[in-house]
């Protein structure tokens, strides 16, 4: 029996639209179905403050979006995409005023770290030197890596926790604190097993790519993405809330861009009880609570080598950030948590009336918590940039509350659509030789709790659309 699409996508966030263009890209018929007013999940820019204040809602500084195997080869660049790299990739300020910036350029990076110096390039210069080879497995399934001596190395320093790695490495607190940096972006207690992955992979990006942002704002990014794939033919549909996969037209195959939680709420699925078991033990990570600002002039932090970096990890000793990062799941938050700063206007004069600036920030808090966490940021910010609440001209705070309101992904404000720890990352949302394949023929997962896991990457997305076409369109691969 002919039916009306070869594949129907459930959700458009950065998954959901590249598994479309991957469907699409191959001559199917798809369409995409959104529960929200517009495209785009956690990539989407607002006016959340003041008129003419463009804030990234959710993601907001993008080196996966570039360095993603599978969004490098599309022509985003004919749809208005324009990339900006700040001077530094990212910065970590001190409480003496002074910072490290983490150049594109690993010497000059290595040379602000003293005795560490010769200990960073050994930790990270074997991984960027076999990047390519690394980064295609590591955006990839989980499987036999294409790179088995490469993989094996990387693991043996990602495998065990920041902690670990940090103290082996480096002597100096303030080097060990500019790695913590970056592996806190695993939104897992530093003394867990693999958290050192997330800042080996962070950083070694950053020297690969620098840590790029899309002009204008991330939605554009998503923008040109929906450009494409309509040009391809790809037809999205707004406002349609799937509750029950018989409301949607016939297709041979359904890709759910949700987590296991959202899935397990769809009606007219056929999946085996042991199946809906395991997809209920799924574990969601921690939260976040998230800030933005308008203001008067650029953060005014002390460092200069903050001033040129659009992000800014904040962190004041070894001891904070791992308490800060255990707090968390401890539910013991600290008042001086680990801060995720972006500032985009200094280098990008298009998100901000003339002469005004905006600012981004979030930290780690337990799934679902609800404290208002505004001082305590605020806070943390001015311990870097002395005068910055005299700059705030409006503000605007989202719990995990708010977050999940704003696209329903964002489970109790979980981030990257679920825990990402040795249990999760490679294996998610199951174990299973294709985590995208459910026990139902037609439906694939193609979120972020399938691997590669978070981030504007759309790998999940990819992959998932190759399980796909492998299983009913076989002829197209
Ligand atoms: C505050 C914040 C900061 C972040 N910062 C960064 C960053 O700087 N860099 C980075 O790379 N990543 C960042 N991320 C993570 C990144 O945004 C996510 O990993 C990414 O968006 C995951 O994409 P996705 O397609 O899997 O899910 P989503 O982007 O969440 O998209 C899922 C889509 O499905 C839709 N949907 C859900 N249920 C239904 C339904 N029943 N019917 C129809 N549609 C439905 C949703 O509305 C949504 O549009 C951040 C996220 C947040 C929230």
């Known amino acids: 029996m002919s039916k009306k699409y070869d594949a129907i996508i459930i959700g458009?966030?950065?998954?959901?639209?590249?598994?479309?263009?991957?469907?699409?890209?191959?001559?199917?018929?798809?369409?995409?179905?959104?529960?929200?007013?517009?495209?785009?999940?956690?990539?989407?820019?607002?006016?959340?403050?003041?008129?003419?204040?463009?804030?990234?809602?959710?993601?907001?500084?993008m080196p996966l979006g570039l360095a993603s195997?599978?969004?490098?080869?599309?022509?985003?660049?004919?749809?208005?995409?324009?990339?900006?790299?700040?001077?530094?990739?990212?910065?970590?300020?001190?409480?003496?005023?002074?910072?490290?910036?983490?150049?594109?350029?690993?010497?000059?990076?290595?040379?602000?770290?003293?005795?560490?110096?010769?200990?960073?390039?050994?930790?990270?210069?074997?991984?960027?030197?076999?990047?390519?080879?690394?980064?295609?497995?590591?955006?990839?399934?989980?499987?036999?890596?294409?790179?088995?001596?490469?993989?094996?190395?990387?693991?043996?320093?990602?495998?065990?926790?920041?902690?670990?790695?940090?103290?082996?490495?480096?002597?100096?607190?303030?080097?060990?604190?500019?790695?913590?940096?970056?592996a806190a972006h695993s939104t897992l207690?530093?003394?867990t097993l693999i958290s050192a992955s997330f800042g080996l992979v962070l950083t070694t990006s950053a020297h690969k790519y620098n840590w790029p942002f899309p002009k204008g704002g991330a939605g554009n990014f998503f923008d040109a993405l929906v450009q494409h794939y309509k040009s391809l033919g790809g037809e999205?549909?707004?406002?349609?809330?799937?509750?029950?996969?018989?409301?949607?037209?016939?297709?041979?195959s359904y890709l759910f861009d949700l987590t296991p939680k959202q899935l397990l709420k769809i009606k007219g699925l056929n999946f085996n009880s042991l199946y809906r078991k395991r997809l209920e033990a799924y574990k969601y990570g921690a939260g976040v609570f998230k800030m933005d600002w308008a203001l008067s002039e650029p953060i005014p932090f002390t460092s200069e080598k903050c001033r040129k970096a659009a992000t800014i990890h904040l962190g004041f000793s070894q001891k904070e950030i791992e308490e800060s990062e255990k707090g968390i799941h401890d539910k013991k938050m600290t008042d001086t948590p680990y801060v995720l700063v972006a500032q985009h206007t200094p280098f990008d004069s298009t998100r901000a009336p003339e002469g005004k600036h905006t600012a981004w920030a979030y930290i780690h808090v337990p799934n679902g918590d609800t404290t208002d966490y505004t001082e305590i940021i605020e806070n943390q910010i001015e311990r870097a940039a002395p005068g910055f609440k005299d700059t705030i001209l409006e503000r605007s705070a989202m719990n995990t509350v708010a977050l999940e309101q704003f696209d329903p992904n964002l489970v109790g404000g979980d981030i990257?659509?679920?825990?990402?720890?040795?249990?999760?990352?490679?294996?998610?949302?199951?174990?299973?030789?294709?985590?995208?394949?459910?026990?139902?023929?037609?439906?694939?997962?193609?979120?972020?709790?399938?691997?590669?896991?978070?981030?504007?990457?759309?790998?999940?997305?990819?992959?998932?659309?190759?399980?796909?076409?492998k299983d009913h369109f076989s002829e197209l691969l």
């Open 236 to 252: 999205i549909y707004c406002d349609q809330l799937v509750n029950d996969i018989r409301d949607l037209p016939n297709a041979y």
């Open 69 to 182: 195997p599978f969004f490098r080869n599309l022509p985003l660049q004919q749809y208005g995409l324009e990339w900006v790299f700040p001077e530094v990739a990212y910065a970590h300020p001190f409480d003496d005023g002074t910072a490290y910036a983490c150049y594109k350029d690993i010497q000059a990076t290595a040379a602000q770290l003293g005795e560490d110096q010769d200990a960073y390039l050994n930790l990270i210069n074997p991984l960027l030197e076999n990047w390519d080879k690394l980064n295609e497995d590591l955006l990839g399934p989980l499987g036999i890596p294409d790179h088995p001596l490469q993989f094996m190395k990387f693991g043996l320093k990602a495998l065990p926790s920041a902690k670990m790695i940090a103290d082996k490495y480096f002597k100096n607190e303030k080097t060990k604190m500019f790695f913590y940096g970056s």
């Open 189 to 191: 207690p530093l003394n």
């Open 416 to 469: 990257n659509g679920g825990r990402q720890d040795i249990t999760q990352l490679f294996t998610r949302p199951v174990a299973k030789i294709s985590p995208y394949a459910t026990p139902d023929p037609r439906v694939y997962i193609c979120s972020s709790s399938t691997p590669p896991g978070g981030g504007v990457h759309g790998m999940c997305g990819f992959h998932a659309a190759q399980k796909a076409l």
């Open 12 to 61: 458009c966030g950065s998954n959901g639209i590249a598994a479309a263009i991957r469907l699409q890209q191959k001559g199917l018929k798809t369409a995409i179905f959104e529960q929200a007013a517009v495209p785009g999940g956690a990539t989407k820019t607002k006016e959340l403050t003041l008129p003419g204040f463009k804030h990234d809602v959710g993601s907001a500084i």
